[in-house]
């Protein structure tokens, strides 16, 4: 079936850095695309979001990119701290009656050294 | 913002019991839950789309008679998995999606099952 999937499942930067997580996806019937941070034990926290008629969109300290062409997602988180590590997941869902079912990604485990 | 809470966070149980897991809309109506799974180290994977009054649908290769949804009402969702094996040790994970407007979706804190 179709899938999301991640070039790089881990990730190491240092506290200040800016961190680049990427993401593949292949359903060219998504359009609408979330990233989500999960810590140990926890539920996804939604980080953002991105509909396909857009191709960037910031946040506080996050960017998602977005190019259709090569159906490639990514976050970037700039000056990122040690309460950013966690393991970041790219998420995929179609419009319709299809919303809210998503396709996520392998994800990117993030580790910030002080 | 809108919350949702999953109950419990956490249980033990042993082979060949039912285990009943609820998910719960706290500040909104949600006619649609869905219910994901995930192992260690991996990935969620949909199981089931939750749907208030209607029967789930389910994802392929999940087994309907063992993972029992059950949406009665617009704010509970419930995920039963019958006569549990060690196997169906998994974090559980529920989202909900806001109805009306702009359409968001809402993630559970998870379900850590253990299996004996």
Known sequence: ?114 | GAVVSQHPSRVICKSGTSVKIECRSLDFQATTMFWYRQFPKQSLMLMATSNEGSKATYEQGVEKDKFLINHASLTLSTLTVTSAHPEDSSFYICSAKRAGGHEKLFFGSGTQLSVL
């Not at chain 1, 966690?86 to 869902?93: D, L, N, P, S």
């Not at chain 1, 179609?94 to 990117?108: E, I, M, N, R, V």
Request: aromatic share 8%; glycine share 10%.
């Open chain 1, 1 to 114: 079936g179709e899938s999301v999937g991640l070039h790089l499942p881990t990730l190491s930067v240092q506290e200040g850095d800016n961190s680049i997580i990427n993401c593949a996806y292949s359903n060219s019937a998504s359009d609408y695309f979330i990233w989500y941070k999960q810590e140990s034990g926890k539920g996804p926290q939604f980080i953002i979001d991105i509909r396909s008629n857009m191709d960037k969109r910031q946040g506080q300290r996050v960017t998602v990119l977005l190019n259709k062409t090569v159906k490639h997602l990514s976050l970037q988180i700039a000056a990122t701290q040690p309460g950013d590590s966690a393991v970041y997941f790219c998420a995929e869902t179609a419009g319709g009656t299809s919303y809210g079912k998503l396709t996520f990604g392998q994800g990117t485990i993030l580790t910030v050294h002080p």
